[in-house]
T-cell receptor, first 115, second 110 residues
């Protein structure tokens, strides 16, 4: 058990809809990372937050947004969903005080299916 | 980030050592070498990381070549639970993200 909790585990929705994925980091971790894993693209970095502030951005679509709240949990919002957004979405956390060289701890992901 | 090259797949037997290679010929002096693995239906899991010297932990050992252009992840005694995709990743010091490649799919035979 990594200590990172992601909810929900599964989500099925229709094209054009909006969903919110939630992540609770490990106790004491200040950084939260979001990754997308699809069959054809592998694991793609989306965005990172450190103590409530955005720190790094990857190939995150404009239809996607994220935030980290004062209690350090994070939410990834996906809107105007398309079939191609179907994927596993992973959240990871780390202590975050030494950049990426602190090990990342991943949750077990949210599987999003867009129909 | 510098590129890594790993075999697409490897196979080994239970209770035998496994050596997973990674080539990174364009590595720079400040690049750390990380290994993560992803078991089926789970998120990636940190295995080990190092800079120049060989590293050991309870999960594995990391052997780094003297010129740092390659490294090897060593699982000393493979179990069925070690069947996973193993990712070798380089990061610059202070980098804020891990960039995953395709990794090596390791199969363990009983």
């Amino acid at each position: 058990d990594s200590g990172v909790t992601q909810t929900p585990k599964h989500l099925i929705t229709a094209t054009g809809q909006r969903v919110t994925l939630r992540c609770s980091p490990r106790s004491g971790d200040l950084s939260v990372y979001w990754y997308q894993q699809s069959l054809d693209q592998g694991l793609q970095f989306l965005i990172q937050y450190y103590n409530g502030e955005e720190r790094a951005k990857g190939n995150i679509l404009e239809r996607f947004s994220a935030q980290q709240f004062p209690d350090l949990h994070s939410e990834l919002n996906l809107s105007s969903l398309e079939l191609g957004d179907s994927a596993l979405y992973f959240c990871a956390s780390s202590v975050g005080d030494r950049g990426i060289n602190s090990p990342l701890h991943f949750g077990n992901g949210t599987r999003l299916t867009v129909t | 980030d510098a590129k890594t090259t790993q075999p697409n797949s490897m196979e080994s037997n239970e209770e035998e050592p496994v050596h997973l290679p990674c080539n990174h010929s364009t590595i720079s002096g400040t690049d750390y070498i990380h290994w993560y693995r992803q078991l089926p239906s789970q998120g990636p899991e940190y295995v080990i990381h190092g800079l120049t010297s060989n590293v050991n932990n309870r999960m594995a050992s990391l052997a780094i070549a003297e010129d740092r252009k390659s490294s090897t992840l060593i699982l000393h005694r493979a179990t069925l639970r070690d069947a996973a995709v193993y990712y070798c990743i380089l990061t610059r010091q202070g980098a804020q993200k891990l960039v995953f490649g395709q990794g090596t799919r390791l199969t363990i035979n009983p």
